[in-house]
């Protein structure tokens, strides 16, 4: 009996450990064009970086604003070197979340991708998440930054940028994209790493510096 469950605690403790290490584990792809980075893309850094990290995200979902100061660390120790390309992926049960998705062009508008970043750290900043934003603080985030509300919130109701998220989620569905956030590391070999999860900072860092060794 003791025995018994010693191995049903060892079995336990296995599979937590399991578990554990799966979180933000990496799916290595091979050298291929299934990834293909966009004059309209959003990036965040260095246009010609050696490496990309394409997000599929959104700003309701909590998993997403966890890994966005990850992905900033990564971007900032490696200036130059790694730059992020955001692509909307709005979930239907954050329905939100596409608003937000429509805001974010609307600054990028005036304000091209810095400010579409800025705008999407601000939404990180003031939802709680999961769909809980009041979204009647939109122009007044955007008016933070010298966008004129009229014209934001012009914009925020127009239908001009819609195609543009759909676009997004289109691509993304053809990667196989289901969830966020969704990362595709590309080497500048063409070799494509998948994180299905969010990854940790280690975890993340470790293709990183994988990718940067490739040829």
């Known amino acids: 009996m003791i025995k018994k469950i010693l191995f049903l605690g060892i079995l336990v403790i296995a599979i937590g450990v ?19 980075i966009e004059a309209a893309d959003h990036i965040l850094g260095d246009r010609s970086a050696s ?15 966890k890994l ?20 909307h992926f709005p ?35 003031a ?11 939109l122009p007044r985030l955007a008016k933070e930054m010298g966008i004129q509300e ?4 012009e914009c925020l ?18 990667l196989n994209v289901d969830s966020v956030p969704h990362l595709i590391v590309i080497a500048p070999n063409g070799k494509e790493f998948v994180f299905s999860k969010s990854p940790s900072y280690a975890a993340l860092n470790a293709v990183i510096e994988t990718t940067l060794s490739e040829k």
Request: charged share 25%; with cysteine.
């Open 18 to 36: 399991l578990v554990y290490l799966g979180r933000g584990r990496t799916t290595e792809i091979a050298p291929g064009v299934a990834v293909t």
């Open 51 to 65: 490496v990309k990290i394409v997000e599929y995200a959104e700003a309701e979902c909590p998993y997403c604003k």
């Open 68 to 87: 966005h100061p990850i992905l900033l660390r990564v971007i900032n120790e490696n200036a130059g070197k790694v730059a992020l390309v955001y692509r």
């Open 91 to 125: 979930l239907t049960i954050h329905p939100k979340s596409f608003t937000e998705a429509v805001a974010l062009e609307c600054v990028a508008e005036e304000k091209g991708d810095e400010g579409f970043f800025l705008y999407l750290e601000k939404l990180y900043e």
């Open 127 to 137: 939802t709680p998440s999961n769909n809980n934003i009041d979204l009647a603080i």
């Open 150 to 153: 009229g014209k934001f919130s």
């Open 157 to 174: 109701a127009s239908d001009r940028y819609r195609q543009r998220i759909l676009d997004d989620v289109e691509t993304g569905i053809g």
